[in-house]
Nanobody, 116 residues
């Protein structure tokens, strides 16, 4: 069983930055594809960014050039650096882990609010 705990959300002004963290426990973190997803009120959950076990990264078009996903396998942690935040980035951000057997785990989410 894998447990994921997100942190780092909060209120930020447009144009500001936040860094989200997701600490994983259980399993072999270095083998997992890790991802960040978000869900805004009234919307479906959507992919924000992925990072594979080899370090390959993918981003949603809406965040390319503004967000950066990274991982520290020694700390079993994945990060999402969010810069130039916009009001439309407001959402609950969820951490996701996908194992080599395609089993997925979710964190409980952390709220990001971008507002002046």
């Amino acid at each position: 069983q894998v447990q994921l705990v997100e942190s780092g959300g909060g209120l930020v002004q447009p144009g500001g930055s936040l860094r989200l963290s997701c600490a994983a426990s259980g399993g072999i973190f270095s083998l997992y594809t890790m991802g960040w997803y978000r869900q805004a009120p009234g919307n479906q959950r959507e992919l924000v960014a992925l990072i594979s076990s080899s370090g390959s990264k993918n981003y949603a078009d809406s965040v390319k050039g503004r967000f950066t996903i990274s991982r520290d396998n020694a700390k079993n942690t994945v990060y999402l650096q969010m810069n130039s935040l916009k009001p439309e980035d407001t959402a609950v951000y969820y951490c996701n882990a996908r194992t080599i057997r395609d089993v997925t785990y979710w964190g409980k989410g952390t709220l990001v609010t971008v507002s002046s």
